[in-house]
């Protein structure tokens, strides 16, 4: 298994849950599991920009990650090729549903070796991830 794949139903529109993934500033904000943080170094949100960044883990640790932009569709589709260990290709995909957006979440890893290794770490990480994008998308700029 290479594979890891999640959705969500999120109270928003499909613009508004772009606007969380396309602006440097929000997306540094709730991208990553619970309890960590991100300082980006860049980050060229167009097709074949360059997305380089440090996550803090809630321990002190310090994830370095470096990625491209692979393709962005405006406003539903974004592939993103993690170029750094461990190597994937997440495609984020939004589509207008009753109750606002589906968000699905593909993790494709590049071995199979090392997405059973970390399986038990992406599969919350994953769902940890759309949680802070939930609640991201119902931000209230006076809050922050």
């Given at each position: 298994?290479?594979?890891?794949?999640?959705?969500?139903?999120?109270?928003?529109?499909?613009?508004?849950?772009?606007?969380?993934?396309?602006?440097?500033?929000?997306?540094?904000?709730?991208?990553?599991?619970?309890?960590?943080?991100?300082?980006?170094?860049?980050?060229?949100?167009?097709?074949?920009?360059?997305?380089?960044?440090?996550?803090?883990?809630?321990?002190?640790?310090?994830?370095?990650?470096?990625?491209?932009?692979?393709?962005?569709?405006?406003?539903?589709?974004?592939?993103?090729?993690?170029?750094?260990?461990?190597?994937?290709?997440?495609?984020?995909?939004?589509?207008?549903?009753?109750?606002?957006?589906?968000?699905?979440?593909?993790?494709?890893?590049?071995?199979?070796?090392?997405?059973?290794?970390?399986?038990?770490?992406?599969?919350?990480?994953?769902e940890q991830n759309l949680d802070r994008l939930s609640a991201e998308v119902s931000w209230?700029?006076?809050?922050?």
């Amino acid at each position: 298994m290479t594979t890891f794949s999640t959705s969500r139903e999120i109270p928003a529109t499909v613009e508004q849950a772009f606007a969380a993934c396309s602006d440097p500033e929000r997306l540094a904000h709730w991208w990553g599991p619970a309890g960590f943080s991100n300082t980006f170094n860049i980050c060229e949100f167009k097709t074949g920009g360059r997305w380089s960044f440090i996550m803090h883990g809630p321990d002190g640790k310090n994830f370095r990650n470096e990625s491209t932009f692979a393709e962005i569709e405006s406003p539903r589709k974004i592939v993103v090729q993690h170029e750094s260990a461990p190597r994937y290709t997440l495609t984020i995909t939004l589509a207008a549903c009753a109750t606002g957006t589906v968000v699905s979440w593909v993790q494709e890893f590049e071995s199979a070796d090392v997405a059973s290794a970390i399986q038990h770490i992406v599969v919350p990480a994953n769902e940890q991830n759309l949680d802070r994008l939930s609640a991201e998308v119902s931000w209230d700029p006076g809050s922050r």
